[in-house]
């Protein structure tokens, strides 16, 4: 943008993308970073600047991101615990628009070692979640019905309705970001969640 002569502030980019995520989660899910870019430029009146550089840009976001978004504090101890204590895990998780991209963060974790099956919902499912079929395909592959399943997620829009939808117990995680829905059970950290299944 700077090479072709224009000038925007870092705060005034932030305060627009932050929107345009707002409104892709509103709208069907769309997680496609490509999408953001070329909604922001359409938004500043620069549709003309269109080109590779825009999936270059979206490559570049969550090489940033994954290295700036390390697992919160308790995971490893979480998983450790509910994989001692004889449960098995698995994790359901939406295509971020970039084929290949959200699996290959995943398995950067550390926390990989405790799984044994991933769904990449939008990927290996038709549909992203609330779509139920990546969480009866995540339960398909553990070799266990919905119902013996427990299903712990952090966004109301997302996570509830598909879970319950196939009959999982549902434990929401309330931390920043949207509010709602009807889970089964309330946690406030993945520890508390553990203690909840394990009770």
């Not at 709208?27 to 080109?51: A, P």
């Not at 969550?62 to 700036?68: L, P, Q």
């Not at 931390?175 to 089964?184: F, L, Q, T």
Request: aromatic share 10%; glycine share 10%; net charge positive.
């Amino acid at each position: 943008m700077r090479r072709e002569g224009h000038y925007y502030t870092e705060t005034n980019m932030f305060r627009r993308l932050r929107l345009i995520d707002l409104e892709m989660h509103g709208r069907k899910f769309l997680y496609n970073r490509d999408i953001w870019w070329e909604t922001l430029l359409k938004q500043l009146g620069l549709s003309v600047l269109k080109g590779p550089w825009i999936h270059r840009t979206t490559l570049q976001y969550w090489k940033t991101y994954a290295g700036a978004s390390p697992p919160f504090s308790d995971t490893m101890s979480t998983m450790h615990r509910l994989k001692k204590a004889g449960y098995r895990l698995g994790m359901v998780s939406d295509s971020d628009g970039t084929p290949g991209m959200k699996m290959k963060r995943i398995r950067r974790q550390p926390f990989l070692k405790y799984l044994e099956t991933i769904v990449v919902a939008g990927e290996d499912t038709p549909n992203v979640k609330p779509s139920r079929r990546p969480f009866t395909l995540v339960a398909e592959q553990l070799g266990l019905r919905p119902r013996n399943c427990v299903y712990i997620g952090d966004n109301p829009n997302t996570d509830i309705q598909g879970a319950k939808g196939v009959g999982m117990m549902m434990i929401i995680l309330k931390r920043r970001g949207p509010k709602g829905g009807h889970p089964d059970y309330v946690a406030g950290s993945l520890s508390d969640a553990a203690r909840l299944i394990i009770r």
